[in-house]
């Protein structure tokens, strides 16, 4: 069975860095061709890709955003990090990471609502 | 970026209703497209993958149509667990995108 869990901070201050964790099982992430994306939602708005972790370790990002973030992944353990700098009010969203095979977004995280605010 | 435009934005229907939602994308994208169902609170969910293809588990009063830059996804008799939102996306390229969604409700 395939499970994907985001974790990290409710709430962050402007400027601040944010650290989202997808802690996944049930597929490897060394086979081809999965990868693990990362997914936001604005509160009452539409979804929106924001970047990937290949099983290749190729990572591509959101072009609006992309000198903002990074994935990576943890080799010791089924986890994949998003970090996103400088968030302002507007990065407010839920953020969702998910499996995706074969270019499919097949399994997602539960979600993670993020807040930003001083 | 591949822009993906959804109609209507918002749909009322009644049980048992044919409802058809359309998405347009900016430039031709094969069959590259998905669609999801989303309930409040909830993470989307995977309907139908390359255009026409059922995920695991969907019933079958959904189905999928269109390649190019023309896609419809079509659910066949609406039921009381359909009422949600609906988005498309394209995965031609690696910067997937996504349609605005559109919200069925119950007439």
């Known amino acids: 069975q395939v499970t994907l869990r985001e974790s990290g901070p409710a709430l962050v201050k402007p400027t601040q860095t944010l650290t989202l964790t997808c802690t996944f099982s049930?597929?490897?992430?060394?086979?081809?061709?999965?990868?693990v994306t990362w997914i936001r939602q604005p509160p009452g708005k539409a979804l929106e890709w924001l970047a990937r972790?290949?099983?290749?370790?190729?990572?591509y990002y959101r072009t609006s955003l992309q000198t903002r973030l990074t994935v990576s992944k943890d080799p010791s353990k089924d986890q994949v990090v998003l970090t996103m700098t400088n968030m302002h009010p507007e990065d407010t969203a839920t953020y969702y990471c998910?499996?995706?095979?074969?270019?499919?977004?097949?399994?997602w995280g539960q979600g993670i609502l993020v807040t930003v605010s001083s | 970026d591949i822009q993906m435009t959804q109609s209507p934005s918002t749909l009322s229907a009644f049980v048992g209703d044919r409802v058809t939602i359309a998405c347009r994308a900016s430039q031709s994208i094969g069959n590259w497209v998905a669609w999801f169902q989303q309930k409040p609170g909830k993470a989307p969910k995977l309907l139908i993958y390359?255009?026409?293809t059922l995920g695991n588990g969907v019933p079958s009063r959904f189905s999928g149509s269109g390649s190019g830059t023309e896609f419809t996804l079509t659910i066949s008799s609406l039921q009381p667990d359909d009422f949600a939102t609906y988005y498309c996306q394209q995965y031609n390229s690696y910067f997937q995108t996504f349609g605005q969604g559109t919200k069925v409700e119950i007439k």
């Open positions: 049930g597929f490897s992430l060394s086979s081809s061709p999965t990868c």
């Open positions: 390359r255009a026409s």
């Open positions: 998910a499996r995706v095979d074969a270019g499919v977004v097949s399994d």
């Open positions: 972790f290949d099983w290749n370790e190729d990572k």
